[in-house]
Nanobody, 122 residues
Framework: VQLQASGGGLVQAGGSLRPSCAAS????????MGWFRQAPGKERDFVAS????????YYADSVKGRFTISRDNAKSTVYLQMNSLKPEDTAVYYC????????????????WGQGTLVTVSS
């Protein structure tokens, strides 16, 4: 599966963005999907994940209550609604697909998109 992330941009603190990740192929609905982020000079960290049918979602503590992950299997797309953004949310956001479940570790994911940059100004 190929993943294409988009929807990043520049926003002021307190604002909102909704990056999306479109997948190619007919097997999107079989994959757990996740979002990770990487700030300059830092590791790529887990942000959120969602099971194949959307029935289970998981979040990093740092975004819980502010971010919401969702998916539309008919459109082969996963979304990350980001509200109440903070400057520390600035990073490149990557979507990823997990063939076997819905993990929160990088090594559990089999396919990665190219990333979309989110910049939050103070």
């Amino acid at each position: 599966v190929q993943l294409q992330a988009s929807g990043g941009g520049l926003v002021q603190a307190g604002g909102s963005l909704r990056p999306s990740c479109a997948a190619s192929g007919r097997t999107f609905s079989r994959y757990g999907m996740g979002w990770f982020r990487q700030a300059p000079g830092k590791e790529r960290d887990f942000v959120a994940s969602i099971s194949w049918n959307g029935g289970s979602t998981y979040y990093a503590d740092s975004v819980k209550g502010r971010f919401t992950i969702s998916r539309d299997n008919a459109k082969s797309t996963v979304y990350l609604q980001m509200n109440s953004l903070k400057p520390e949310d600035t990073a490149v956001y990557y979507c990823a697909a997990d063939r076997t479940g819905v993990g929160y570790m990088r090594y559990e994911y089999d396919y990665w998109g190219q990333g979309t940059l989110v910049t939050v100004s103070s």
